[in-house]
């Protein structure tokens, strides 16, 4: 039969040998001075991995990509003016229908005319029986100049046949101003469809937009 002698726990060498590998009550790993210790315990252990969140901004209702100046295109009594053709022909149609058309010169980089846009578009809402004109002042410099447009954001109302009945500058802070200006043209010429009827096809495009066209060149 072989004995085994056993280290007495209480002795010195006893204590020597285990003492490294004791843990202290504060940390989860034992006190061990062995490097490759360390370094296993470097290797092994995971660290939590930073989230990251994405921080993204729209507009409730519009896609993030849509440029602040093309969201009235959801309104159909709003339409984006690329050219004076384009404008004259709008004049033109909402002259035969006697409808009031309201028209916004703004600019891109404007901060006043972005602040205004939303209520634009509501006032596009709440009153579909009026044409409401976009015009990019920038990208139809010499047009706008020609119609003596000198500030931003600024607003023409047209109406059937009388051609432009007011012109003014307005801000998100004066909006009163702009709501009291299409209730009080909207009252005082009721919206008629087709007031001039089917012979307003059959006229030539120049008598048509004349008495709308008068006035276009006149002093802001």
């Given at each position: 039969m072989s004995t085994v002698a056993v280290a007495d726990p209480t002795s010195s060498s006893a204590f020597?040998?285990?003492?490294?590998?004791?843990?202290?009550?504060?940390?989860?790993?034992?006190?061990?001075?062995?490097?490759c210790f360390l370094r296993s315990l470097i290797k092994t252990y995971t660290f939590p991995q930073r989230q990251k969140f994405l921080q993204v901004?729209?507009?409730l209702g519009y896609p993030a990509s849509v440029s602040w100046w093309k969201k009235g295109?959801?309104?159909?009594?709003?339409?984006?003016i690329s050219s004076s053709d384009q404008f004259y022909d709008a004049l033109g149609a909402a002259?035969?229908?006697?409808?009031?058309v309201l028209v916004d010169f703004y600019s891109v980089g404007c901060r006043s005319c972005k602040a205004l846009y939303p209520k634009?578009?509501?006032l596009a809402a709440e009153n579909p029986n009026i044409e409401i004109l976009t015009v990019n002042f920038y990208d139809n410099l010499a047009f706008c100049r020609s119609l003596n447009i000198n500030v931003l954001p600024f607003f023409h109302f047209y109406r059937g046949s009388e051609g432009r009945i007011d012109a003014f500058s307005c801000s998100l802070s004066k909006i009163d101003k702009?709501?009291?200006a299409v209730a009080k043209y909207q009252a005082d010429s009721p919206f008629l469809t087709n007031k001039i009827g089917s012979s307003c096809s059959e006229l030539p495009k120049e008598l048509v937009l004349?008495?709308?066209l008068t006035s276009v060149g006149a002093a802001a």
């Open positions: 020597s040998m285990n003492s490294s590998r004791v843990k202290d009550a504060a940390s989860p790993f034992p006190r061990h001075t062995d490097r901004k729209a507009t295109g959801q309104h159909g009594n709003m339409l984006e002259a035969c229908q006697e409808k009031l634009i578009c509501q702009l709501r009291a004349l008495s709308s």
